[in-house]
């Protein structure tokens, strides 16, 4: 192994000098992902993998080296907070997400009872992850994890996420041709990752499959299982905003840095209408000061319930976006406390309204998808200058604004 990491190291160095020219589909790259196949073998069988389905399901396995691009790059840590949130907690995702209540309203009660979660976090949690299934990425598995346990940084993590998606399609709980998910290897409507759907996926609609891929009954009920397992309460809420004294010590914040919550109230917080801290029902929680945009923005006593949801993908904007849709599927409002920018997020027909707007003024800017990728920003970036704003290619109200006024 240790020679063969050498020898893929080597390649992978040669190879980045290359890469602005070569095809991602290169020999060398090929003659690598085999040569590092062979070497996995054996670990492979010793995790469960059977030697004819290892067989089977590598040979020819083709590298896609686009993805080492993507392993070093995290938008969601470069969005800002507002940005992040109001694409994913829109109008039309709450729409959405109300109809799919409505839709699995006979599955969810039977999910509710057994796994002891709402329907309306398992719904927001379909929401944010896949778009309620229309989002479940278009990578085959067994080529990105291939890709990934050979090549890039942390190889031995995307290894055991690799033979556990062959030891998904050895039982046949779903076909090799719909093993498909994101770039690093989350699949289905929960976007599980492998070893994760091999602990807690469950089949709900006892067909005798655990299909997350294909069966909205077995994913809802897998991701309620989940957050089940995570430690869950029905009982608590996620958490409350609140509203913050003035010249209130922000290094008290922080979602792992747990006080009662008369600790709280005698910080001199209070619920963000004004009322006592005593009224938010949290006695005896320990409570976390969730403040994604510093004392000056929306700030949150969060529960346990709040690190569960965490769990679910590791970022705190991400659970607060899963968070805060359960809440307005619940027919909670928007948060009181508005973010600290004079240029707010905008929603995601916003964002299709205002790439129409550049293609109109000549930009090219791609599919009118709601995602502001390369293209888009460019093009911002171009008409901001022309404009007068600040150039960050941020695609918010102010640009939208502008453009609809015909400037
Ligand atoms: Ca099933």
């Known amino acids: 192994m240790p020679s063969?990491?050498?020898?893929?190291?080597?390649?992978?160095?040669?190879?980045?000098?290359?890469?602005?020219?070569?095809?991602?589909?290169?020999?060398?790259?090929?003659?690598?992902?085999?040569?590092?196949?062979?070497?996995?073998?054996?670990?492979?069988?010793?995790?469960?993998?059977?030697?004819?389905?290892?067989?089977?399901?590598?040979?020819?396995?083709?590298?896609?080296l686009t993805l080492l691009d993507k392993l070093n790059y995290q938008p969601e840590f470069k969005l800002p907070i507002w940005d992040y949130l109001s694409g994913l907690v829109d109008e039309e995702r709450v729409s959405d997400g109300l109809a799919a209540l409505r839709q699995h309203a006979e599955v969810l009660q039977?999910?509710?009872?057994?796994?002891?979660?709402?329907?309306?976090?398992?719904?927001?949690?379909?929401?944010?992850?896949s778009n309620f299934g229309r989002l479940t990425g278009n990578y085959p598995l067994l080529q990105s994890l291939g890709t990934l346990s050979c090549f890039g940084r942390r190889q031995a993590y995307f290894q055991g996420?690799?033979?556990?998606?062959?030891?998904?399609?050895?039982?046949?709980?779903?076909?090799?041709?719909?093993?498909?998910?994101?770039?690093?290897?989350?699949?289905?409507?929960?976007?599980?990752?492998?070893?994760?759907?091999e602990r807690l996926a469950v089949d709900f609609d006892g067909d005798g499959r655990r299909d997350l891929?294909?069966?909205?009954?077995d994913a809802l009920a897998s991701t309620a299982n989940f957050l089940h397992r995570g430690g869950w309460r029905s009982e608590l809420p996620w958490g409350v905003e609140v509203r913050l004294p003035s010249g209130?010590?922000?290094?008290?914040?922080?979602?792992?840095?747990?006080?009662?919550?008369?600790?709280?109230?005698?910080s001199g917080l209070l619920l963000v209408n004004g009322s006592p801290l005593s009224e938010s029902g949290l006695q005896g929680e320990k409570l976390g000061l969730l403040m994604l945009a510093g004392s000056n923005g929306p700030a949150f006593l969060t529960t346990r319930n709040f690190d569960v949801i965490y769990g679910y993908n590791a970022?705190?904007?991400?659970?607060?976006?899963?968070?805060?849709?359960?809440?307005?599927?619940?027919?909670g409002g928007s948060f009181k406390t508005a973010w600290p920018t004079d240029d707010p997020g905008i929603s995601?027909?916003?964002?299709?309204?205002?790439?129409?707007?550049?293609?109109?003024?000549?930009?090219?800017?791609?599919d009118i998808d709601g995602v502001l990728g390369e293209k888009s920003r460019s093009a911002i970036k171009i008409e901001q200058e022309r404009l007068g704003l600040p150039v960050n290619g941020r695609g918010g109200l102010k640009i939208l604004q502008s453009l609809r006024g015909g400037r």
Request: net charge positive; hydrophobic share 45%.
């Open 248 to 266: 209130f010590d922000s290094r008290l914040g922080g979602r792992k840095n747990k006080r009662s919550l008369d600790d709280w109230v005698r």
């Open 348 to 366: 995601r027909a916003e964002r299709r309204e205002l790439q129409t707007l550049l293609a109109a003024r000549g930009h090219a800017i791609g």
């Open 315 to 331: 970022a705190e904007s991400y659970a607060l976006a899963i968070a805060h849709l359960a809440d307005r599927l619940r027919g």
């Open 110 to 129: 039977r999910i509710a009872a057994r796994f002891a979660v709402d329907p309306a976090t398992v719904v927001a949690v379909w929401g944010v992850e």
């Open 161 to 197: 996420e690799f033979y556990a998606a062959l030891r998904i399609l050895q039982r046949g709980d779903i076909a090799p041709e719909r093993l498909n998910g994101s770039w690093a290897g989350a699949f289905g409507h929960t976007q599980f990752m492998p070893q994760t759907y």
């Open 213 to 217: 891929v294909d069966n909205i009954d």
């Open 4 to 64: 063969i990491n050498r020898h893929l190291a080597l390649f992978v160095g040669t190879l980045a000098l290359t890469l602005g020219s070569a095809p991602a589909q290169s020999q060398p790259a090929q003659d690598g992902l085999q040569i590092c196949l062979a070497s996995l073998q054996a670990a492979a069988l010793r995790s469960g993998v059977q030697p004819e389905t290892y067989a089977r399901l590598t040979t020819g396995l083709q590298a896609d």
